[in-house]
């Protein structure tokens, strides 16, 4: 057709400026949540409805639809991982679920999150899980009217999964989750029981907060995360985000009396920063341009965080550099202490805090009761019982409060069933794909230890950065690893690493 090229750049020139409002709406609330005065939190929230409104409607106009019927039957037909044929394909999928969607529920969703807002905070400061009841129970509701607008074959639940990890199926997480339960829970109750194994007092002893943020801007350089083309910055809650591949940048927290929060969260935000400066150049101001899911995002944060960052060879390269950034905290301490003390795994109530044992167990609590308010087999009124006996059961603990139980994270005051899974997604892809690293790289360990990280960093670029959205996670993970998502090499990695931390018996795998 005389006329292809013209009507692709058409489209893409359309797309172009979609992606230009969304990055733009996105650097405002990263200034949000940086550099912003409170009192600018009125207009500000004003400009950013105004220019993710402008960006919706230009998305989901006629004028893209009918590019693209035009555009599909040629380009469609290129080879499957071509920028041409990944581009209607992923455009198409946007544009269907988008389109699906009528503008007032879209606009009532948001509503109904912000008006639930304040309320979850007072619940959860008098720590009364009635107040917020009714405002979940709305956006239960919302999250039904949102699958039914979706549409789904089997699960409801399906329709709100496949808007952030495409292609998954509720059926394959409940059985891959089973699985995990099925290995974890004995193996939190193996290292309760030799919980004194590891002692990590020497994190608590007083760092000072300066030398500590140098000190983490300095080691996620060595790791590849490029200053030219990012920055860090402080805020509440850690985050990282990008406005192209030439602008991801991260944000980081820092405590003097707990060691862990500044350098794991900078490694952690780091690895979704090296993730955006990977992405292709061909693929910018485009919708192939993005992480893969919220999952596959998560990954590439957890593996540099937990399977690099908590591992023996990286502290035998940086123990000594940090012992000399810290001379008095570390007085006495040697680099197999410290190791096992950035290891230690107990049971705890929040997810956040959560080791790399006990974390995939508060995801998975959440999303085996999503499930059931969804599909109305559990009501939202006998949401802090199930919490609390699931919480017995997977961790061992007691929780004798709602603000440490159901009401313990904003999460579920917003209208947004189906993206959680990605936490435990992260962990599984990470550990999946490191498994492979592993085989194409066998010198990794004694790379890491000489502080080489391009050698991995290289790897990933190849097997998934790259790539941005051009795969669903699952199609991405069959050509980097040959398999689909697969919990044994997590389960193995863990097994392993803690049997030997905790020197608990040998489980039969
Ligand atoms: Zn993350």
Redesign the pocket.
Known sequence: MANTSGKLQELKNILAEVSDLERAAALLEWDQETYMPPGGVQSRSEQFSTLLRLAHVRFTSDAVGGLLDDLEDELGGRPYDSDEASLMRVTRRDYDQARRLPADLVSEAARAGSVAQPHWQKARKESNFSLFAPYLEKNVELNRRIADALGYQERPYDALLDRYEPGMKTADLEAIFEELKRAIVPLIADIARNADAIDDRVLHKGFDPDLQLAYAADLVKRLGYDMERGRQDLSTHP??SAFGPGDARITTRVSRDFFNECLFGSI??S??AMYNQGMGQDIDRTPLWGGASPGV??SQ??LWENLVGRSRPFWRHFFPSLRATFPEPLHGVDEEVFYRAVNRSYPSFIRVEADEVTYNMHVLLRFELENEMLEGTLKVKDLPEAWNSRVKSYLGLNVTNDREGALQDIHWSSVSFGIFPG?TI?NLVGAQLMEKARQDLPDLDSQVERGDFAPLLGWLRRSVHRHGRKFTPNELLERATGKPLTAAPWIAYVRQKFGALYALQKVPS
């Open positions: 985050f990282s952690h935000e690895g979704h995002h998560e944060s957890r936490y992260g």
